[in-house]
């Protein structure tokens, strides 16, 4: 059996054939070397804004302790003076009640705040992942 080589013809047009292929591929990769840099921009704000959420959620939850603390004592300091006989008149808990609330509605506040900003640092993680994730070809 004999082979057959191809002639020389064929080899020029295998190599235009490849040369073709080769600028597809250059631009393929000039396409996707674009994505990546806009991909790894996106993951660099993104940790960025989780390491800020991060520090956000351990600042919250150092004023509701503090909060829930001052709240138990306040609790406290009331029983003392019912235990003690002195109820309503002149209540000298009721400016510590007052500013526990105001600091009660502070706090509510920012947490609902801080429910939406997580809700949507997460939901920009989810998309980030999903824009990476790569696609059936």
């Not at 235009?16 to 990546?36: K, M, N, V, Y």
């Not at 526990?100 to 509510?108: L, N, T």
Request: charged share 30%; aromatic share 4%; with cysteine.
């Amino acid at each position: 059996m004999t082979r057959v080589y191809p002639t020389q013809a064929e080899m020029h047009q295998s190599h235009a054939e490849w040369r073709s292929e080769h600028a597809a591929w250059f631009d393929d990769l000039q396409t996707w070397r674009i994505q990546h840099a806009h991909a790894m921009a996106a993951l660099s704000r993104l940790s960025a804004d989780m390491q800020q959420h991060g520090a956000t959620l351990l600042e919250h939850n150092r004023k509701i302790r503090a909060q829930s603390r001052g709240v138990k004592a306040h609790e406290r300091e009331l029983c003392s003076l019912q235990s003690a006989g002195l109820g309503e008149q002149a209540d000298p808990e009721l400016a510590e009640h007052t500013e526990r609330a105001k600091q009660q509605a502070d706090v509510r506040a920012e947490h609902a705040e801080l429910k939406k900003r997580h809700r949507k640092v997460l939901a920009d993680l989810v998309k980030l992942v999903r824009d990476l994730q790569p696609t059936e070809a």
